[in-house]
């Protein structure tokens, strides 16, 4: 079992900068989440952005479109900012005969409270054993692309 | 959505007690590690052991067997010791029309660094997406019961 | 044995708000850490403000001054931004009879690692042992006031 | 400013050992404690034992005293089990002009929630500002060798 991860920023990946008294996006907490998780399977991680999801652009999502499109692996899991993710899911929609799952999290993997474990934890899960498709894992359920939405008021993922 | 958890012990669930320099098993973790998680659905969690697996009875499967096959829910998540989870999900294997998957941790939940949240991540969306039948989630990966063995020598699920 | 925690903000309290993508001051961590740290005295928590320290005013600090000279305990941890830390600490400095001591933290007391938990057990010690007089704890060390600056190139503590 | 850390074993640098379902004392926690806590001094840790302080010989003592009493430090932070701690800080009690302090831990410090880091913290303030002699820090207080003991019923250490 291969899975690729490519990972473009977002919540998860956020520092914390006294310096500058701010917030930015840093390295991608995925390695350190799956080597905690004690996950024992082939991986490899592919850094393609560090980007807000709200700064994404047409451009960035054919970057992944077209990377996922020219590769070989069957199973993705794609790390992303929250507030745009079910758009790029829209976008991935085409790529047949692949199982694609888009995760994030609402709160830095950094904290010591923070849902970015349990999410990358059910995407691992997802991207094993659903059927080619494309899928959103957050808030402790997993969605099809094209049936859910993040609800900011409520700070959550439900159906569409 | 509806899960139902049921909790049986297991390292996942262990405490240190410093009066007896031992570790001992505490309360269920589940709950907290769903609300980090920020998982929102219906579930409900059922504490039925506080047991190591290695102590586990015939008598106690066949009280986990019974318990699920007398109850409606479709989908269950079940926190194990792991030393013997392999058996107890071979005893559940007769039950027909749910999904079950067992789970637990090869280092405590209360530990800075355990596998204990990546896995109950992995084993909710399982539960969610699996076809019926009876699963472990362990080691980053989901299998089917009847298929997985403990390695204990490299303290890891494998394909049996 | 008591002491008197005063907090005014600053990064040891920051959360991160996903629905704004950014940071703000949260409630004060001091409570969790105290409990965590199975600190068994009595204290108090005062909640004076919550700022981050390049927006405290010299109004501000009087208020801080005078709330304090008014008071009658004889022991206090003052939590603090750092970016000016060490100029409340001189404003502090004229009152007589008692040990304070000012802490804070390079990186919020929310996340895995952190300074806070270590800063606020040397403030605590601080509190308890030296000689009256004005303290700064941060960067593993006990510090005069008039004796230290923020190194921001660094992001350090260090002797003026 | 210069500390030297000897480390004894005890409840802080227990880890636990899934294969053989119990804990034991693992590498010190030490080092990684001073990194979080963004230590900016000189220091040394030296690795002397790895005992739960109840198996602690008299031997063991005499070791720990001839070390210290042999090297021209004079700032000391001693980790040690909780149970003989004040035994090992009587013993240590002639040597002069030397601030030794010794802490450890009720739980240990590879827990999510832990007095491990507050009391390296309040350990190393200590160290550095109190006047010669030893010291226990636990319990968020400071005490006087031969002035404290473990309540072993109610899980802290008070005033003898």
């Known amino acids: 079992m291969f899975i690729r991860f490519i990972t473009t920023g977002g919540t998860i990946d956020k520092v914390y900068f006294d310096a500058l008294s ?3 996006i840093g390295d991608s907490q995925v390695r350190h ?11 490899e991680v592919v850094p ?28 993705y899991v794609i790390t992303h ?18 199982t694609i799952v888009l ?19 059910m995407a ?5 054993i659903a059927a080619p498709g494309v899928y959103i894992a957050m808030s402790g359920q997993v969605f099809r692309a094209g049936e859910v939405r993040k609800n900011r ?8």
């Open 81 to 98: 900012g929250t507030d745009t993710m079910s758009e790029t899911a829209d976008v991935l929609a085409d790529l047949e005969g692949k």
């Open 33 to 43: 989440i799956l080597s905690d998780g004690l996950a024992d399977f082939d991986y």
């Open 124 to 128: 691992v899960a997802t991207a094993q």
């Open 48 to 75: 393609l952005l560090q980007k807000d999801s709200l700064d994404m652009t047409d451009e960035d999502r054919g970057k992944l479109h077209d990377l996922i499109a020219a590769d070989d692996a069957e199973r």
């Open 153 to 160: 008021t409520e700070n959550k993922f439900e159906k569409a």
């Open 103 to 121: 995760t994030g999290s609402l709160s830095p993997a950094r904290f010591k409270s923070s849902d970015a474990i349990f999410n990358i934890g």
């Open 22 to 24: 701010q917030f930015e």
